[in-house]
């Protein structure tokens, strides 16, 4: 029972960064928002996002020497954001120059709004009492007083 409020918690969380996104026109083709997961394993539930969220919000230096592929590569990533935007394909190899050549800068708030303090306490405290009563619930049936 708890761990389903934990998971109203979590998609709480998981809602007002994909909100966020929005809000920050940095939703173009939804891919984002789809590799936002909840993992639930047993009594354990964690909001996963992809590594590179956190580039959204930071932005990202120009690219080093002898630099690993991503996976997607960073031309088909582009050439998806390209699409979702209707920019011709072929400003994608002049966008991904731009990028090695100079970085691009970050949208401040993008993560760190949402998973503010601030934010986490009150979606949090909207699930308090219902976790609370749960677990009173749990311990009143394991004592035997029902």
């Known amino acids: 029972m708890t761990n389903d409020h934990l998971t109203e918690f979590l ?4 809602t007002d960064v994909i909100h966020s996104l929005q809000a920050k026109g940095k ?5 984002t928002a789809q590799q936002i997961t909840i993992n639930t394993d ?4 964690q909001l996963q996002l992809p590594g590179y969220m956190q580039l959204l919000e930071t932005g990202r230096g120009p690219t080093g020497q002898n630099a ?3 996976n997607p590569s960073m031309i ?6 390209c699409q979702a935007k209707g920019i011709p ?3 994608a190899w002049a966008i991904k120059k731009s990028i090695d050549k100079k970085g691009y800068p970050g949208t401040p708030g993008i993560l760190s709004e949402p998973l503010s303090d601030a934010n986490v306490n009150l979606r949090l405290s909207q699930n308090m009492e ?13 004592v035997g007083l029902s």
């Open 89 to 91: 394909d072929k400003a």
């Open 42 to 45: 047993g009594d354990s539930s």
């Open 68 to 70: 690993l592929p991503g």
């Open 11 to 14: 998609e709480s969380l998981k």
């Open 130 to 142: 219902p976790m609370a009563d749960d677990i009173v619930a749990e311990l009143v049936d394991l």
């Open 76 to 81: 088909d990533r582009i050439k998806q954001w």
């Open 27 to 31: 939703y173009a083709t939804g891919q």
